[in-house]
């Protein structure tokens, strides 16, 4: 079969390869502790998914407008204002299917052969590809533990060139949980907008954040930046929404009316009924978030402890997301072998750096019980022991 040059330039997701692996196991009987998911294990809310039913009682079944149903544009609108003081209109707003597609479709509207992104390593595993698929040349600049996993503004502008178009920004972090203060945030904002490029701001994680720290917006930090920035956002990770795929983007008029044609070419919306649950997610749900983020909190600071303790590894303490970095060069084994390793003999799935442009490190999510947090770090330290 003779397939596009477009799919032979890229890979499947890490991140979803690992979870399959653990998967397979388990079907075999096995009881693997699966520390892969980027996904809460809380169910979804009940009110949310009460306003689905009731849509679906009330025949919210119909195609609905490309952008998305005016009332959740609405409810979005009124979110970014309430959390962050940023003035969207509903026109600057497009609800996609999950962050994932919305991040698609800015890429393949603004990104031409051989325009340079940015991308400060360790990254989300799908923008690097979604940024070939685009046709674009991703430029990664390295950043590690002892830096906090954070980017300088002084690597920053050096990696800018004339064929930069963009930075893709995120913060909370996945992998690291690495959080840009509002400060850090405004001097990239100061360099993107001297420089003319595009950030890209992927605030998926930004209400999972801890120790009392508040995630700003990149355009509440950098309000220069307001014409210049696509935000990223959605229902999947703090409303435990994974499933039901919504996410949006919010930025000028222009680029929205452009990624509009893009989704009527390709998805046209999501689900309507969806969209009508996720108007009460944004609407009516911050003490159900709130409990979902001190949960998280502790079983950070459970797993932080124990990992901490194991011989031979060091770990970034974050403060966001759902999962640590802990840092393995100890081993002297490349991450992927000793992720294979655990999976194989302590029957424990984590990710290896590797896929987010990190060799060295490997992620583990908490978005799981305190027993399985318990048992899973003893039984990699464990395993580890006999590496060293
Ligand atoms: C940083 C980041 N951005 C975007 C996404 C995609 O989110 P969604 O499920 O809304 O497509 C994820 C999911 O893992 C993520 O970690």
Known sequence: MRFSKRILNIKPSSTLAAAAKARELKAKGIKVIDFTTGEPDFPTPEKI???????????????????????????????????????YSPDEIIVGCGAKQSIYIVLQVLIDNEDEVIIPAPYWVSYLDQVLLAGGKPVIIQTDDKAGFKMTPQQLEKAIIPKTKMLILNSPSNPTGACYTKEELKEFGDICTKKKIWVLSDEIYSKLTYDGFKQASFVEAAPAMRNQTILINGASK??????WRMGFAAGPKELIDKMKI??????????????????????????????????????????????????????FKPQGAFYLFPNITAFKKPSQQIADTLLEEAHVAVVAGEG???????????????????????????????SL
Not at 238 to 243: I, V
Request: aromatic share 8%; with cysteine; charged share 30%.
């Open 49 to 87: 998914k009460e306003a689905c039913k009731k849509a679906l009682d009330e025949n919210w079944t119909k195609y609905a407008p490309v952008p998305g149903i005016p009332e959740l544009r609405q409810a979005i609108a009124q979110k970014l204002k309430k959390d962050h003081g940023l003035d």
């Open 238 to 243: 703090a409303y435990s929404m994974t499933g």
């Open 262 to 315: 893009l989704q009527s070419q390709e998805i046209t919306s999501i689900a309507t009924f969806v969209q009508r649950a996720s108007v009460t997610a944004f609407n009516d749900c911050d003490g159900e978030i709130e409990k979902m983020r001190k949960e998280f909190e502790k079983r950070r600071n459970l797993m932080f402890e124990l990992v901490t303790k194991i011989p031979g590894v060091t770990c």
């Open 356 to 386: 987010f442009g990190a060799p060295g490190y490997l992620r583990l999510s908490y978005a799981c019980d305190t027993e399985s947090i318990k048992e899973g770090i003893q039984r990699i330290k464990e395993a580890l022991k006999k």
